[in-house]
């Protein structure tokens, strides 16, 4: 080969290498796919529906873990300093607010919040609700019935010696739900008679377990005679065929949940995070969790709220402190865990 010809080949090759260059770095940083991990607290089948929807369309792809709200609030706290998830999706606000406060979460003021109430909302733009569920018993009619018992209409009937070893309430550290009852029994009667109810009910409880949806499928299987938890879940079991199911709600009064929604401070692709938000407090994506069994009711006033949500909906509510039980959390739970020791 001659030299020319040398020559000509080495500059070939540097032009198609510049050109492979500025071809590769043409793509712009937003034409990469995006993709959202999420920590979530609802029931799976409600969270794969809407995990389905939203990547239909958005394109976003998600991976989604499901854990309890106590569960998620120590993952954060865990990996504060590396966050791993970007958005918190579902379980009591309460959680919410102490991460609020422990600096875990990232402002947000979605478009889309403007028409959720005040109520169901951080002023600041912390966390925004998605639902609201209300607490109360879920009993197996047919264990009742073997032991001669009516359902239990209040707090106190939890103590009757009938029923030692037959309660199951999940354990407040890692469960939201069991939180909202721990908070609502102290607001109810006050801290020492509140943790000394409690105390008193450690005495009739078979298990304490992880989750706050554990209780009322272990009634409907027959497991348990009477549980506390969140009723839309004792509605979905007894759809599913657990007909022993009986639900009820003390006459005492009630708290609940406002199941919420909120960024993860520092976690990866936040504009996918924020597109999640806005996408969650629609109308639309709100109706998604009643095509999967979930029956709490909707914070976005143009959703339409599942027609089993109806049997509950006249509940007797107490005027549950929501900032006290956030701000509270740590210290309320480790004041029942001494108690009951």
């Known amino acids: ?82 966050p791993k998830a970007s958005v918190w999706f579902g379980g009591p606000a309460d959680g919410f607010i102490q991460a609020k406060e422990d600096g875990l979460l990232e402002k947000y003021v979605s478009p889309s919040a403007a028409k959720i109430p005040a109520k169901y909302k951080d002023p600041e733009g912390y966390w925004t609700g998605i639902y609201v569920g209300y607490l109360g018993f879920v009993s197996n009619q047919k264990l009742l019935a073997e032991k001669g018992l009516p359902v239990p209409q209040s707090w106190q009937d939890l103590l009757n010696p009938a029923l030692k070893g037959q309660v199951v309430i999940a354990n407040p550290g890692s469960s939201g739900t069991a939180y ?62 657990m007909k022993d199911i009986v639900i009820s709600a003390p006459v005492e009064g009630t708290g609940y949940e406002i199941g919420a929604v909120a960024i993860i401070k520092g976690g990866p692709d936040q504009a996918a995070a924020k597109k999640f938000v806005d996408w969650c407090l629609t109308k639309e994506a709100q109706e998604i969790g009643q095509k999967a069994g979930s029956y709490q009711f909707l914070t976005n006033p143009e959703a339409i709220a599942p027609s089993q949500a109806a049997a509950i909906k006249d509940t007797k509510l107490i005027n549950y402190d929501l900032n006290w039980a956030g701000a509270n959390r740590s210290k309320l739970v480790e004041k029942w865990n001494n108690a009951i020791k």
Request: charged letters at 25%.
């Open 1 to 82: 080969m001659s030299k020319t010809w040398k020559k000509v080949t080495a500059i070939l090759v540097i032009v198609l290498m510049v050109a492979l260059a500025a071809g590769c770095g043409s793509k712009p940083q937003s034409a990469q796919p995006q993709k959202l991990i999420i920590y979530y607290g609802l029931m799976e089948d409600h969270m794969v529906k809407a995990v389905q929807q939203f990547e239909k369309e958005t394109g976003i792809k998600v991976e989604a873990v499901r854990m309890s709200s106590g569960e998620i609030l120590g993952r954060i706290k865990a990996e504060k300093n590396n």
């Open 180 to 241: 909202t009852m721990l908070a609502t029994i102290v607001q109810l009667m006050g801290e020492e008679k509140g943790l000394k109810y409690m105390k008193d009910l450690h005495g009739q409880i078979k298990t304490y377990p992880k989750s706050g949806t554990a209780p009322g499928r272990m009634v409907g299987q027959g497991e348990a005679t009477v549980g506390v938890t969140f009723l839309h879940d004792a509605i979905k079991y007894k759809e599913e065929g």
